[in-house]
C-alpha cells in the first residue's frame, strides 16, 4: 500500500477505512494501469466512469483499433482503457463458452495460418456474447469472417455487459495459457490448457 500512498493518500484513507474486499478490488485495478492514469475517485464515480466508457465502446471500439495499430492515445482515449481494464479487473472471474465474430482484416484472411494473429496478437478487447447469444456475436463475422468459441474452464476476469456482450482484457488469450483448435468451415476453438 505505501506506493498507492504515494500517489494517493486520500484514497489510502479510504480504502482503510472500508471493507477488506473493496481494498483488494482497489489493488487487483491498479495493478494493471500506469500511475500516470491514477486519480481518486469514489465507488460511485467509478461506476459511473465504467458505464461511460462502455457506452462510448460499444457505439464504436475505436479504441481497438488505436490499441491494435498501436497508435498514441489521447488522454481521453487513456481514460476509457483505464476505465473499461477497471470494469474487466473489479468483475467476479467467469467460465463458460463464449463466442466472437471475427472480420479479416485488410490484406489478412482469417484462416488456420492467420488465425492465431487475430487471437493471440490482440492487443485490443475481446468482446464476446455467450452462448446462448451466438447470434449476437455471429452478426460480427462478414464475408470470409469467422466464429470463433473460447471455452473457458478456468476462472478468468471479464466485464458482463448487459447487451449481452462480455468484455475480456487486451492481450488476455496468450499461447502458453490457449490453443486454437479448427473446427472447419471457419469455426475455431480456443480452450484452456
Known amino acids: 500500500m505505501s506506493v498507492y500512498l504515494k500517489l494517493l493518500p486520500e ?3 479510504g480504502v482503510k477505512s472500508g471493507s477488506k474486499y473493496l481494498a483488494q478490488k482497489t489493488r487487483s485495478v491498479f495493478t494493471s494501469v500506469k500511475p500516470e492514469t491514477l486519480r481518486y475517485k469514489t465507488p460511485t ?7 461511460a466508457a462502455y457506452r462510448e465502446y460499444s457505439r464504436s471500439a475505436y479504441i481497438n483499433d488505436y490499441l491494435r495499430e498501436g497508435k498514441v492515445l ?3 482515449d487513456k481514460q476509457q482503457v483505464w476505465a473499461l481494464k477497471a470494469a474487466i479487473n473489479t468483475s467476479e472471474p467467469i467460465t463458460g463458452t463464449f463466442i466472437r465474430g471475427l472480420s479479416p482484416k485488410r490484406n489478412m484472411p482469417i484462416n488456420p495460418d492467420t488465425i492465431e494473429k487475430f487471437i493471440f496478437k490482440n492487443a485490443g478487447f475481446t468482446s464476446t ?4 447469444n451466438a447470434n449476437f456475436a ?3 463475422a462478414s ?5 470463433v468459441k473460447f471455452e473457458i474452464t478456468k476462472p478468468m476476469q471479464a466485464y458482463k455487459a448487459s447487451n ?3 468484455l475480456f482484457n487486451t492481450n488476455a488469450f496468450t499461447p502458453d495459457k ?3 483448435i479448427h473446427e472447419g468451415d471457419n469455426v475455431y476453438r480456443v480452450v484452456q490448457k
Open 129 to 132: 456474447a455467450p452462448l446462448e
Open 178 to 180: 490457449f490453443k486454437i
Open 138 to 140: 455471429n452478426s460480427f
Open 11 to 13: 484514497l489510502y484513507t
Open 74 to 76: 489521447s488522454q481521453r
Open 45 to 51: 464515480q467509478l461506476q459511473d466512469e465504467i458505464r
Open 143 to 147: 464475408m470470409g469472417g469467422a466464429t
Open 164 to 166: 449481452y456482450e462480455v
